[in-house]
C-alpha cells in the first residue's frame, strides 16, 4: 500500500485517537526508546475522477468523428471505413495529440501512487517556474492567462474542424466563420423568436403578478416630522440615532464599525410605529418604500420571490440616486412568519379562554371590566400559560403563512444580508470576458424598518444581527407621554381643557395610545359640534369617552325588580372595590345595557405601575366575588346567572396565584412540573395515570380541601371560599352604601367614579350630593324598597313601592318604570 506524506505544516500536532481503526492499523508502534521512528509516507498528486482522466480523450475523438462525416458529406460514394483511413493520414495531429494526452494521463496516473515520482516532477522539474510565476504574477493574472490560453486552444479546435469541412485551411476557415453565421441567422432568430414567445407568455404572467404592494413617496411627499411624534420619547431617541449614522456613514466606519441597517419596532397596536417610520423619512429627505402586508401572498409559487428581488432592485436603485432610502414593512409577521398561534386556551384546554368561553357565558355583568387592564391582557391571552396563546405550531414554511411559497422568506432574508453582486451588464458580463477585474458592487444606505405587535411570531434567522440590527418596544405610553399627546392633538382643536383637566384624562385613560387618544379627541370634538358648540368642554370629553368604553346603551328598559337586581349586583362590585383595592381607582359605573352586558363597574390606574402583588389580586378576586356574595346577602341566599363572569374571572386569576405567582398555599410552578410530566403541585405523581395534567380538574377530591396538601383544584376552591367568606363580612358591614350606590344607579343609570365615591362617603359629588344618603329616614325607606323588590322578585310580580326620593334634594329624578 502507498501512503501519501504529509507535508511539515500539514502534519497535525495531536495525537491520534487509539479507537480509530484506520490510525491503529496505519500507526507504528515504538516498543524500545532507542527504536527508529516509521517514515511517514510521501506527498502525491491529488487522484482525478473518470471525467477529468478521459474528457480531452473524448473531445479528440469526438474531432476526428467530425473530420470523417466532413469527408462523407464531401464524397457521398466515400464509405465510413475508406473515410476513416484517409483521416487517419490526414489528420495525424489528431493522434498525436491523444498520445500527448495520453502520456499526460499516464504521467499523472504515476504521481498519485508515486510519492518520489511526484516529488521530483513538481520540487525539481516545475518547482522553480512555479515560485517564480507565483511571485511576479497575482492569481487573477494567472487566472487570466490561463483563461486566454483555453480560448485560443477552443478556437482553435472549431477552425480545424470547419476548415475541414469546407475543405479549406483552419485560418481561412476562422475567417469565414463570421460569414457562416450571418448564413444560418434566419433560422437561428425564428428559433429564438419562437422560443421568446414561449417563455414571454409565462414571463408576462409572471411579472404581472409580481407588481403592487410596494408604496414609493419621494421626499417632498411626507410632511412627518419628529416632532409630531408624541409620548415615545426613549425610543424616538434610538431612532435618531440611527438617522445620525444612514447621513453620516463614513462616522463610524471610518472607525471599523458599520452602520445598523435593520430596525424592528414591535408594540401594541396604534402605539406609533408607522408614524415613527414616517417621521425618519421626513426628517431625513429619503424616500419612503412602504410594503404592504400582503403584497407577497400569492397563488402561484415563486411570484413571491419575484416580487422580493423586483423590490430589492428598486430600493437599491433608490438609494444610488438619493443617497439613501428608508423600506418600512408593517406587520411584519405576516413577511417573516415562522408559525401561527394555536387555538389551545389557558391550561391547554382546547378553544378555553376568558374572551373565548364568553359565549357559553349567560348575560351578566362585565367581569372583566374592573380588572386592571394586564390583569384582563392575562386572562384573555391565557397568562402565558402552557397550551395558550403564546404557544406555535409551524404553518407552512412562506411569507404570509400558508398564503406564501417556500422561497419567499429566504429571498427576504438572502437579500437583506446575501453577498452584492457588481452592478451593470457591461461590469458583469464584458470586463470579465476580457479578463477585467469587475468593479465592486456600490454601498447601498438602505434602512429597513419593520413593525409588528406579535415579535414572538417572526423568523429568528430574519431578527439576527446583520439583518435587524436594532430591536425596540413601542409600548404604551407613560402619562406624562399621555398629557404631551393629549396636548398635541388637543392644540389642533378648540377647547377649554385646563392643564389640571388634561392631567387628570391622562390619569383616567391609563392604556391609551396615541391611534385612541387621537379618536378621542376627533370624538370629543363631534361631541361638541352635535351639541351645537365649537369649543370642546370636559363634559364632551367625559361623553366621548364612555361612548368609547363602553359603546353605546341598547334601547331597551328593565322591569322594576330586574333594574334593583342589577343595581344591587353593580353596587356590590362598587363598594367592594372601594374598600378593598387600593391600585386602582372606580371610573365609571352604570347599569345600561351594552351589547354583552347588563351593567358594569370599571377601574383605572391612578399612577403607573409595572409589578402587581399578591394583596393585589386578592383585592380583584373580592371584586369579583362581591357580586355572588351580594346576591346571597340581599337575595335570601339566591343568585342570578349574571355571575357567571365573575366567578370564571376569580377562578382564573386564583388559578394563576396557586400555580404560577407562588401567591397561594403551594410555591412550585405548574410550568416546571408540567415539562417534567407531573401532573400538579403537590403531588409527586399524576393520579389517574395521566401525565402532564394541567391543573387536574378531571379528577374527584377524595378528602376535604387541604390547603397545604391537596390538589391544585381544591387549593383553588379552598383559596376562593376563603375570600367569599372575607367578602360576606365587608358587604354586611357596608350594608346601607350598596343601597344607596344602587339607588343612585337606578336614579341616574351612568355614575362616574367622584360620583360613586360621593355616594358612598355621604358628601357632594359633580353630579349628586351624596349627603342625602346619610339622613337614617332616607336609608329606611331604600331598605324598605329592598324588600319590596326582593317580594317582587320571589313572586314574580311587580314592586309595590315606587324608588324613593330624598325630600329637598336636588339632581334626584325616579327612572320611568318599564
Not at 508502534?29 to 480531452?56: H, I, M, N, Q, W
Request: glycine share 10%; charged share 25%; net charge neutral.
Amino acid at each position: 500500500m502507498i501512503f501519501r506524506r504529509k507535508r511539515p505544516e500539514e502534519v497535525p500536532t495531536t495525537e491520534p485517537m487509539a479507537d480509530d481503526p484506520v490510525v491503529a492499523a496505519d500507526a507504528v508502534t515504538v516498543d524500545a526508546p532507542d527504536a527508529e521512528p516509521a517514515a511517514l509516507p510521501g506527498p502525491t498528486r491529488k487522484r482525478l475522477s473518470l471525467f477529468d482522466r478521459v474528457k480531452y480523450l473524448l473531445l479528440l475523438t469526438l474531432v476526428w468523428f467530425a473530420l470523417v462525416w466532413a469527408s462523407m458529406a464531401d464524397n457521398p460514394l466515400l464509405p465510413f471505413g475508406d473515410a476513416a483511413r484517409q483521416q487517419a493520414q490526414d489528420a495525424r495531429w489528431v493522434f498525436v495529440l491523444a498520445g500527448l494526452e495520453l502520456l499526460r494521463q499516464i504521467h499523472f496516473f504515476l504521481s498519485e501512487r508515486w510519492s518520489r515520482y511526484h516529488v521530483f516532477w513538481t520540487e525539481r522539474i516545475f518547482g522553480g517556474f512555479e515560485r517564480q510565476s507565483t511571485r511576479r504574477l497575482s492569481p487573477w493574472t494567472r487566472f487570466r492567462i490561463g483563461r486566454v490560453i483555453t480560448y485560443l486552444i477552443w478556437l482553435t479546435i472549431i477552425a480545424v474542424v470547419i476548415g475541414k469541412a469546407r475543405d479549406t485551411s483552419p485560418v481561412l476557415a476562422l475567417f469565414q466563420l463570421p460569414s457562416l453565421i450571418w448564413q444560418a441567422m434566419p433560422m437561428l432568430i425564428q428559433v429564438l423568436f419562437i422560443l421568446f414567445i414561449v417563455v414571454g407568455q409565462f414571463a408576462a404572467i409572471f411579472w404581472f403578478l409580481s407588481k403592487g404592494g410596494v408604496d414609493v413617496y419621494y421626499p417632498d411627499d411626507i410632511k412627518t416630522r419628529f416632532t409630531d411624534v408624541w409620548g415615545q420619547d426613549h425610543v424616538l431617541e434610538r431612532v435618531q440615532e440611527n438617522i445620525l449614522f444612514l447621513e453620516n456613514p463614513e462616522e463610524i466606519e471610518a472607525k471599523g464599525g458599520y452602520v445598523p441597517g435593520g430596525i424592528l419596532l414591535w408594540g401594541p397596536p396604534g402605539t406609533g410605529k408607522t408614524l415613527m417610520a414616517e417621521a425618519v423619512a421626513g426628517q431625513t429627505g429619503k424616500p419612503y418604500v412602504f410594503v404592504d402586508p400582503g403584497a407577497f401572498i400569492n397563488m402561484f409559487m415563486g411570484v413571491g420571490v419575484l416580487k422580493v428581488k423586483g423590490l430589492f432592485r428598486k430600493i437599491r436603485k433608490l438609494s444610488l440616486r438619493y443617497g439613501g432610502v428608508i423600506v418600512f414593512f408593517d406587520e411584519a409577521d405576516s413577511l417573516g412568519r415562522r408559525s401561527l398561534p394555536t387555538g389551545t386556551g389557558p391550561m391547554g384546554q382546547p378553544g378555553f379562554s376568558a374572551a373565548g368561553s364568553a359565549a357559553f357565558r349567560h348575560a351578566g355583568c362585565n367581569g372583566m371590566s374592573y380588572l386592571s387592564e394586564d390583569t384582563r391582557w392575562k386572562l384573555a391571552s391565557g397568562g402565558g400559560l402552557p397550551g395558550g396563546t403564546q404557544d406555535k405550531i409551524v404553518m407552512g414554511g412562506g411569507m404570509g403563512g400558508g398564503g406564501g411559497d417556500m422561497g419567499t422568506l429566504q429571498a427576504l432574508l438572502t437579500e437583506m444580508s446575501g453577498l452584492k453582486k457588481p452592478r451593470g451588464f457591461v461590469n458583469r458580463y464584458v470586463r470579465r470576458a476580457l479578463g477585467m477585474r469587475p468593479k465592486p458592487p456600490p454601498k447601498y444606505r438602505i434602512l429597513i424598518m419593520m413593525a409588528t405587535n406579535m415579535p414572538n411570531a417572526l423568523d429568528e434567522a430574519l431578527l439576527r444581527p446583520g439583518r435587524i440590527d436594532r430591536i425596540y418596544k413601542v409600548g404604551y405610553p407613560s402619562k406624562a407621554g399621555r398629557v404631551r399627546t393629549y396636548r398635541g392633538y388637543f392644540d389642533k382643536v378648540d377647547h377649554e381643557l385646563t392643564d389640571d383637566e388634561l392631567d387628570k384624562l391622562a390619569t383616567v385613560t391609563p392604556y391609551a395610545t396615541g391611534a385612541t387618544i387621537k379618536d378621542l379627541v376627533n370624538e370629543s370634538l363631534i361631541t361638541a359640534i352635535r351639541a351645537g358648540r365649537e369649543v370642546i368642554t370636559w363634559s364632551d370629553v367625559m361623553h366621548a369617552k364612555r361612548l368609547k368604553q363602553l359603546g353605546p346603551p341598547e334601547d331597551v328598559e328593565y322591569i322594576e325588580r330586574e333594574r334593583h337586581a342589577v343595581a344591587v349586583h353593580e353596587a356590590c362590585h362598587a363598594v367592594m372595590a372601594y374598600k378593598t383595592r387600593k391600585h386602582l381607582e372606580i371610573d365609571i359605573a352604570t347599569i345600561e345595557k351594552g351589547s354583552d352586558y347588563l351593567g358594569m363597574v370599571a377601574s383605572i390606574k391612578p399612577e403607573d405601575q409595572f409589578t402587581r402583588w399578591r394583596t393585589e389580586y386578592e383585592a380583584d378576586i373580592l371584586v369579583s366575588l362581591a357580586s355572588l356574595a351580594g346576591e346571597r346577602m340581599f337575595f335570601g341566599e339566591d343568585n342570578s346567572s349574571g355571575v357567571s363572569g365573575d366567578l370564571e374571572s376569580a377562578t382564573l386569576v386564583a388559578a394563576l396565584m396557586e400555580a404560577y405567582w407562588g401567591m397561594g398555599s403551594g410555591i412550585s410552578s405548574l410550568t416546571a412540573l408540567q415539562g417534567l410530566g407531573i401532573g400538579s403541585p403537590g403531588n409527586a405523581e399524576p393520579k389517574g395515570g395521566r401525565k402532564g395534567g394541567g391543573l387536574g380538574f378531571g379528577a374527584t377530591p377524595s378528602k376535604a380541601p387541604d390547603p397545604t396538601d391537596g390538589r391544585l383544584p381544591e387549593r383553588i376552591e379552598t383559596l376562593l371560599v376563603k375570600l367569599l367568606e372575607k367578602a360576606e363580612e365587608i358587604l354586611t358591614e357596608a350594608r346601607g352604601e350598596v343601597l344607596a350606590l344602587a339607588h343612585a344607579l337606578e336614579t341616574h343609570k351612568t355614575l362616574t367614579g367622584d360620583d360613586v365615591l360621593a355616594v358612598i362617603d355621604g358628601r357632594q359629588g359633580p353630579l349628586i350630593d351624596g349627603t342625602v344618603y346619610q339622613d337614617p329616614e332616607f336609608r329606611g325607606d331604600l331598605e324598605q324598597y329592598h324588600q319590596a323588590a326582593v317580594a317582587a322578585h320571589e313572586g314574580h310580580t311587580k314592586v309595590r313601592l315606587a324608588l324613593p326620593a330624598p325630600r329637598g334634594a336636588v339632581g334626584f329624578e325616579a327612572p320611568a318604570s318599564a
